[in-house]
């Protein structure tokens, strides 16, 4: 096939552009990056030759070799793994697939500070160009008779040729250097980036000598990480590990390295990030785990390792107890699998318990980062649902901290018998929600929930410590048995009864205006300073929840609701004395439908007849005017 120029795609082209660009100081990456893809490359192969040892060809054992040639200002790096087809070559070396990549482009061409991102991020492959000018990459897939030949220099396309020369298996990368990156052809400083970045690899990192009479070096350790005693492994091992295995180049935030033995034999090496991958909710995310078989590399999409709700965790499990050539089938419903499984999550939520004892302000920025994954597993894992909740933290409107549930027992008010809930978007919005108000005058705790989630999980969670969930927004407020924040006495001058003959006439007149736009008219408990708001009826759906649900599509008409009415509002009371009186009732009817249009704009629902709501307003501000001057 003759050769055929590509482009690249566009996210590829602004991508290059910007590494061709950066001052990054930090270059020297790009061979982290191409040692760790040369050595994926070799796990892959080494699970195929598994079930077909042909694959493998002429080839014992798996090695990465670099070369430098001064003569041509080249860097090769060659590795015997599984190579690519010419498919395979435009699809990883012409796009960006992973997930999340467009939006990471767009934050490095937003900030002055963003090639500094580069190294936080790892752009992988296309980190060559931060030192080449030309990139040549020459390949074979394993088990194909044809090689291919892929070359670029970085500006908008690329090309694809047959190669006759292409390894037998594997891939060959040639960087041709570009002029004051020679640096990178010394070989101190191959053996110095080698052992700083790529010690942990396991397979053989060889520096091919130049001289005849010199034998070739080997750079690392070239064995896996997680076997070797926990006191030889430095904290930057650790941490380029985690880099390479989790495709992340943030700090860990937790590590977790153990062995278990007895039933079953199984080594753990964990991860929790201290940042937030792009694509932590994106549904093709795969769990970031690697399964590896006495040493053997077996999968990185393994779902029945970590419940989805601890997707954030990055690692390496590699157990002695399923066959080697266990197919991905096999691994679905694999009873061995599912004792691990629930193995790694006591663990993992072992260490989290005793983080958040022992380091509650470092559990904090963990709990902001991942809180929103987390708490999903209080509706998917019953089993552990105990645990789950004594580790959740919620915001509330005790203060800026984050709260345990066992904390806001602690100070529950006397005569308060629920956890009192508000879900929403914003936490700042929901701290000035109106139906809070009365229980913050009361001193009662609200906790402020503001991740979709969490009108999930409260359905299917009814109560903590014998006290159930209650949303303020729902039902009645019952604040009635809760006793007054201590030195000030209930006056009965202070509060008006609820009910009076003037305020009856009110609810009365203003349910009748409204009709169906309401479920129910009544005075509130639970309004300070607003004159109205929403409430949904006892049996009813949670405000917010359903309006997740319609914005999903998973509900058609939202159910009507309560206008609850503040009786010691100046404006209620106002509007109570003109009732039955000659005329009013033009300005009453106004009025009635502004109180409803108030209330739904404090939920920040949309108003239903904006146009209307408008005619009404500039009525009423007129004729305050007018009859004010
Ligand atoms: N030496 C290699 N042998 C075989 N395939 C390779 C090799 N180098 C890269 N690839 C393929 O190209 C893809 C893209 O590589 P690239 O380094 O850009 O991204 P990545 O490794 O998937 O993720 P990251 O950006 O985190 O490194 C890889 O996923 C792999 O399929």
Known sequence: MAQEEMQFQAEV????????????????????????????????????????????????????????????????????GIGMGRQDLIDNLGTIARSGTAAFVEQLESKPEGTSLIGQFGVGFYSAFMVAKQVEVSTRKAGEAE????????????????????????????????????EYLDPMRIRQIVATYSDHIAVPVILESRKEDEPDQTLNAASALWTRPKSEITEEQYKEFYHHVGHTFDEPWL???????????????LFIPSTKPFDLFHPDRKTGIKLYVKRVFITDDCSELLPSYLRFLRGIVDTEDLPLNVSRELLQNNPRLAKIR?????????????????????????????????KEGLYEDQAQRDTLIELARFRSTAGEGLVSLADYVARMKPGQDA??????????????????????????????????????????????????????????ADLDKVAKPEGEEESDTEKSEDSSPALDALIAFVKLTLKDAVKDVRPSGRLTSSPVCLVADEGDMDMHLERLLKQ?????????????????????????DQVGKDGAGGVLEDAAWLLLDQALVMEGEPLPDAAAFSRRLSALVERGLVSGG
């Open 342 to 374: 629930s193995a790694l999550v006591k663990r993992v939520l072992g260490e989290l318990k005793k983080k958040a004892a022992k380091a509650p302000e470092e559990y904090a920025t963990f709990w902001n980062t991942f809180g929103a994954v987390f």
């Open 147 to 182: 090689g291919w030949r892929w070359t670029s220099d970085g500006q908008g396309a690329f090309s694809v040729a047959e190669d006759g020369e292409a390894p037998a298996h594997g891939t060959r990368i040639v960087l041709h250097l570009r002029d004051g990156d020679e």
């Open 419 to 476: 956890i009192y809930t508000i879900t929403g978007g914003d936490p700042e919005a929901l701290a000035k929600s109106p139906q809070i108000e009365g229980f913050v005058a009361k001193g009662v705790e609200v906790l402020l929930l503001s991740d979709p989630v969490d009108d999930f999980w409260l359905t299917a969670v009814p109560d903590y410590d014998a006290k159930p969930f209650k949303s303020v927004t729902r039902g009645g």
């Open 13 to 80: 082209s602004r991508l290059l552009d910007i590494v061709a660009h950066s001052l990054y100081s930090e270059k020297e990456i790009f061979l982290r990056e191409l040692i760790s893809n040369a050595s994926d490359a070799c796990d892959r192969l080494r699970y195929a030759a598994l079930t077909q040892p042909e694959l493998m060809g002429e080839d014992g054992s798996f090695a990465i070799r670099l070369k430098a040639d001064p003569g041509a200002k080249t860097l090769t790096i060659a590795d015997n």
């Open 552 to 576: 999903q599509n998973q509900l058609e008409r939202s159910s009507a609701r309560i206008l609850e009415i503040n009786p010691d509002h100046a404006l209620i009371k106002a509007l109570s």
């Open 255 to 269: 590590r977790l390295h153990f062995k278990a033995e007895g039933v079953l034999e199984y080594t753990g090496l």
